[in-house]
């Protein structure tokens, strides 16, 4: 186990961020959803890889323009 999987600080914060992005996109779907919008299976596909943290949100935006 590296030092890094020990540190509770850095696990704490890596969950509470991820916990937080997931919140946020859980948000925004649903103000969507009052429109009656829902997402795309390829904006599923970019949150879940922002919600873990492979993308940054500016990534997953320039994702979207493309």
Do not use: C, F, H
């Not at 600080?9 to 429109?35: C, F, H, K, P």
Request: charged content about 35%; aromatic content about 6%.
């Amino acid at each position: 186990m590296s030092e890094r999987q020990l540190d509770s600080s850095i696990n704490n914060y890596i969950e509470n961020t991820s916990n937080s992005r997931q919140e946020e996109w859980d948000m925004a779907i649903g103000l969507q959803e009052v429109d009656n919008l829902k997402p795309s299976k390829y904006l599923e596909k970019l949150l879940q890889e922002n919600i873990i943290g492979n993308k940054t949100i500016y990534e997953v935006e320039e994702e979207l323009k493309e």
